[in-house]
């Protein structure tokens, strides 16, 4: 069975720092691996996907993971952080069709000016 | 497009209560889903639907019914309701059933069991 753990419920950082949420992941296959952003009152929007291929995946407002596979990691980075990126985030995984995703416990970006 | 819109935005139950939480996408999917999200612990799948017709139960389907009503619309049944049932529910689509696709998220529905 798969599982994703998200280190960290909770993490702060000052504006202009580097962002680094962390996930692991467990799965038995290659996964397909997901970030996800929750903002406050709103339902989750996709930040970046690794499905195959190059292992560093880019995304939506500056973010970026890479896909390692002898640390089944995924983690999710952002050179400079922004107010606006306080929100909390979702790192997911899915082994198969179906599009069951697996979610971790989610972490807290909290930005500090 | 709206994309994914759910009803209620909030709703307060007694405890045995029923009532269903109503999800449609406007954007021609041929799978929707059903999740629950409660604080540490991210987001449960309930049930899925991976085309008009069909339904499956994910992680936590128990206390929940569903029904696919149409390409379009998928509900989420609670016969009656518990206090373990409050929580955030989310409605979500994607074009397949496939890991490359994107779901789409609806706003949530904020479930109070009394």
């Known amino acids: 069975a798969q599982s994703v753990t998200q280190l960290g419920s909770h993490v702060s950082v000052s504006e202009g720092a580097l962002v680094l949420l962390r996930c692991n992941y467990s799965?038995?296959?290659?996964?397909?691996l997901f970030w996800y952003v929750q903002y406050p009152n709103q339902g989750l929007q996709l930040l970046l996907k690794?499905?195959?291929?190059?292992?560093l995946v880019k995304g939506i407002n500056g973010f970026e993971a890479e896909f390692k596979k002898s640390e089944t990691s995924f983690h999710l980075t952002k050179p400079s952080a922004h107010m606006s990126d306080a929100a909390e985030y979702f790192c997911?995984?899915?082994?198969?069709?179906?599009?069951?995703?697996?979610f971790g416990g989610g972490t807290r970006l909290m930005v500090k000016p | 497009n709206a994309g994914v819109t759910q009803t209620p935005k909030f709703q307060v139950l007694k405890t045995g209560q029923s009532m269903t939480l109503q999800c449609a996408q406007d954007?021609?999917?041929?799978?929707m889903y059903w999740y629950r999200q409660d604080p540490g612990m991210g987001l449960r799948l309930i049930y899925y639907?991976?085309?008009?017709?069909?339904?499956d139960k994910g992680e936590v389907p128990n206390g929940y019914n569903v029904s696919r009503l149409n390409k379009r619309e998928f509900s989420l049944r609670l016969e009656s309701a518990a206090p373990s049932q409050t929580s955030v529910y989310f409605c979500?689509?994607?074009?397949?059933?496939?890991?490359?696709?994107?779901?789409?998220f609806g706003p949530g529905t904020r479930l109070t069991v009394t």
């Open positions: 954007m021609n999917h041929n799978s």
């Open positions: 639907s991976a085309s008009e017709g069909t339904t």
């Open positions: 690794y499905t195959t291929g190059a292992t």
């Open positions: 997911a995984v899915s082994e198969w069709a179906g599009n069951m995703l697996t």
């Open positions: 979500a689509s994607s074009e397949d059933g496939l890991p490359s696709y994107e779901q789409y």
């Open positions: 799965s038995s296959v290659p996964p397909y």
